[in-house]
Nanobody
Framework: VQLQASGGGLVQPGGSLRLSCAAS????????IAWFRQAPGKEREGVAC????????YYTDSVKGRFTISKDNAENTVYLRMNSLKPEDTAVYYC???????????????WGQGTQVTVSS
């Protein structure tokens, strides 16, 4: 199983980025995919998740209305569209898979490598 995260970069406050998580050897019909992030000196936190059962989505409060998670089953890829980015969104972003959505990193079964997002002027 491989989860390949990409799309990070440097963006100005108020800007946008789209992260991608390409999944290999894993069927997104059976796994929820979540995005986590970890800023320096902070714990890893759940940002968004899409369930496999009904494609319902969940977001942490700080990104609601700005971030959108979506899934393309044909491409076996999950996206995280991030709008109105703020400096506090700066972190390494990871995608991860589990049987259901959870905020707890320890419950995730598979992890991708991180992609750095830096929001700065």
């Amino acid at each position: 199983v491989q989860l390949q995260a990409s799309g990070g970069g440097l963006v100005q406050p108020g800007g946008s980025l789209r992260l991608s998580c390409a999944a290999s050897a894993i069927n997104l019909d059976y796994y929820a995919i979540a995005w986590f992030r970890q800023a320096p000196g902070k714990e890893r936190e759940g940002v968004a998740c899409v369930r496999s059962i009904d494609d319902s989505t969940y977001y942490t409060d700080s990104v609601k209305g700005r971030f959108t998670i979506s899934k393309d089953n044909a491409e076996n890829t999950v996206y995280l569209r991030m709008n109105s980015l703020k400096p506090e969104d700066t972190a390494v972003y990871y995608c991860a898979a589990s049987t259901d959505c959870t905020r707890r990193p320890a419950k995730m079964v598979y992890w991708g490598q991180g992609t750095q997002v830096t929001v700065s002027s």
